[in-house]
Nanobody, 124 residues
């Protein structure tokens, strides 16, 4: 059982930046691809970004491409989401997820473990 804990959320003005972190309870680098999803009030949870277990490949939603960067530090069992040029529409609860295996799907049903989420609020 992999436990994931997100941190780094908060209130930020539009145009600002935040860096989210996701700490895993065990070594995930050799076995797990990692992803970030978000859920805004009244909306479905949606894919944001994902990264393969060695960090060699990243995938982004079109809405965040060029503004967000996913990365991982396998020595620290931590995944990051650097968010720049934030917009009010980025306001959501952000969730970290882990998937056993090589590839990085963009659908939430493909992921095996989830964190509790961290709130990001962008003020306009």
């Amino acid at each position: 059982q992999v436990q994931l804990v997100e941190s780094g959320g908060g209130l930020v003005p539009a145009g600002g930046s935040l860096r989210l972190s996701c700490a895993a309870s065990e070594r995930t680098s050799s076995s797990y691809a990692m992803g970030w999803f978000r859920q805004a009030p009244g909306k479905e949870r949606e894919f944001v970004a994902a990264i393969t277990r060695n960090g060699g490949t990243t995938v982004y939603a079109e809405s965040v491409k060029g503004r967000f960067t996913i990365s991982r530090d396998n020595a620290e069992n931590t995944v990051y989401l650097q968010m720049n040029s934030l917009k009010s529409e980025d306001t959501a609860v952000y969730y970290c997820a882990a998937r056993f295996g090589l590839w990085v799907p963009t659908t939430q049903g493909e992921y095996d473990y989830w964190g509790q989420g961290t709130q990001v609020t962008v003020s306009s």
